[in-house]
């Protein structure tokens, strides 16, 4: 049984995919331009985020609307 967003698989494979994002921005390609890899890393952060604002709300149609977010920005941004 899920208590906390943190017991999700979604919300730990997007956390995983977060700490693999600021591994790759780390390099030197991405270090250089600030802006680029900053956008970049707020995007993957907000993935997990939706997810867990969603899961607080304790409805399934606004989890749902947040999941639905979560999936844009990864498309969209990533």
Do not use: C, H, P
């Not at 270090?31 to 993957?44: G, H």
């Not at 899961?55 to 977010?69: A, S």
């Amino acid at each position: 049984m899920v208590r906390q967003f943190e017991d999700l698989d979604i919300w730990k494979d997007s956390r995983e995919f977060s700490k693999e994002i600021y591994k790759i921005t780390k390099y030197e390609l991405f270090n250089k331009d600030f802006r680029f890899s900053s956008q970049i890393r707020a995007s993957s952060g907000s993935i997990m985020d939706n997810i867990a604002e969603g899961f607080e709300r304790n409805g399934n149609k606004e989890f749902t609307q947040f999941n639905t977010t979560s999936k844009k920005i990864s498309i969209q941004r990533l």
